[in-house]
DNA sequence: TTGTCAATAATAAACGTTTAGGATTCGATG
DNA sequence: CATCGAATCCTAAACGTTTATTATTGACAA
């Protein structure tokens, strides 16, 4: 046995057969008799063969994997994606490559390249992004004619020929902002993450109407994607600014504990001194006290929904091949499928921490 | 172009030169003059050359991926795992594949086979298991020689032959129980997960000792990895067994999950009515209230300290390339690393679940 | 007998790289 | 002038697969 494990020349000197043989016999394919597929699976299994997937890709000009786009993995939104895209692949024995662009925490130009110059390198069938990346990376990216699926971020200015699934942010931003409405607060501050993520317009364009519509203040106060440099944001915020929110929303999860921890420092109560709402559910809103009322977005459906996209974007692009096929004679339709825009519907739950007494209705 | 990328032919045809010229170019070795090189490195820039490391690994008979197994990705802890490992990989330019074992929720050894089966069909450089795998999975790993280190779970019965890095259990549940029978708690209960991942042993011996020592009774409540199976198990332990705990001891994070709900909707209170102490940190334990006293174990440092040891392995056996194994040492100075065994000791975070009023020492 | 067909098998090329072994130049040395 | 050495570049084989093309059978029909 090679260092590089058993390879189907071993089993063809065995049997003194050509590789030709093992091959078509360990495919199940047409060109050998039953009785040499019967002996060459024999000693596969004996020498416990397992095929070599990047040389057949090599071959074949085919790719296995899928690769994730993240960015700073702190975000626990990203293990539901990561089981959600998981349940999918499984199924198809698809492999999902992670890579993250923020190395040392903090996301750049420069390192989002080098990163995808990183993956593009493994030759990857597809790619799914979490983030909406660089012109020149999305220029790349195109000129490589690569299946892509952006997730919970859209592509840059120019949607039209990505794909991407998202959470229907502005129906999210709709209703969150129509329940604050509800509780007549009347100084909103949003918390939130730059616009890598542009999930951001949408969500504070959407806070921003219905503070509007309701005659509210709003102020929208940016810090990193991490409790840490959200902590020190609000701190600096609270002390130096003289807007004085009468609720703050967190952008997403990483933040709202930045500022959680900043408000228990303060010995701010909430909801009584100030009421707190928040951007994606985590498991543990439900036992925090006071509970966190929050819209809440399906990552594990929006991982699942991408990764089934993608597969079906690469299924497509390989198909567009030679139209050769010995396994399925069946000459389909062929229909060519354009990007996709999906959008999953988030849902309020309403709790304790906007001040609501009872589990449903404003006070 | 191909759909596959621009290769190392495209470029020496548009310079007429050989594949040879380009190669040695790009990779910039000996045999090139410096003006073909600056040649080949600008058409390389326009035409946005690639190299195809699957290709380059089947020739070099290297590997460059290294796997991750993971069994149902529900606990946060993964998170801070990938984050150290990827800490180390970027640099070095190593691709993280992700495979998770429990495809439906539910550990099986047929579906580790398969799931084995699969990544070894992407032939990774190595292997990081957080399972400590089956005797035939662990027996096929050795058979291929393949770089192996177990992080948090040691590799079964027989540990001598494979690397792992791990939390010191034992001084971890030494710190808690010391901590637990500090508090005079008589009656203790341990939830725990099922033995597939072998920590648990550890945890559990660890805690049975303490609780002797100091004439404790102490029960054990298997349960599965999950909050959902876990809350289950409690309520049924709860209504049926006349065993009335104390305090119990969650054997990790979506444990501690599971019993928080349950408890929660008997309107248990901790730490009046119950105490409740666990294993593993997660970001949200000191803001439930009460904040949740347990011991901490480093998973990022794990994961990073588990990342630099695989390449270490990778770097030694493909070093190892001309000189045969297994026969005499020809003289090399070539020292062989042994696997190493590793424990990282994990932090007493005391706080009130157990009963204590202030940060430190017990009530 | 010959010819045809189908089934089975082998040969060799291809995928995108790296690399051992030559070939060609040019200048310098004996 | 012949020989050497170094530098530059090429040819071709190799990695482990798949697959188009070709060769070898044997059975069967004419």
Known sequence: M?????????????????????????????GVSKTTR????KVAKEKGYIPNVNARDLRKGLHHSVSLLTAGMSNPYYLDLISGIESIFQIRGENLLISDIAIDGHYSESAESLLLQHVLETRPGGIISTLGLSDSSRQRLREWKMPVVFVDSTPGSTHEDFSYVTTDNKDASNKLGSHLAGHHFKRWLLVIYPSVWNSRYIRESGLRQAAARCGAAIRVLECGNDQFSTRKALDGFLDHDKFQPDVIIAGNNPILLGIMTSLQARAIEVPDDLALVAFDDFIWSDLLKPRITLVAEDSYGIGAKAAEHILALIDQKQDRKGGDDDSKPDGKPQMTMGPIHQTIEASLKIRESCGCRYPTGAA
Chains 1, 2 share one sequence.
Do not use: C, M, Q
């Open 2 to 30: 090679k260092h590089t494990g058993v390879t189907l020349k071993d089993i063809a000197d065995e049997l003194n057969l050509s590789v030709y043989a093992v091959s078509r016999a360990i495919n199940d394919l047409s």
């Open 38 to 41: 019967a002996a060459v699976l």
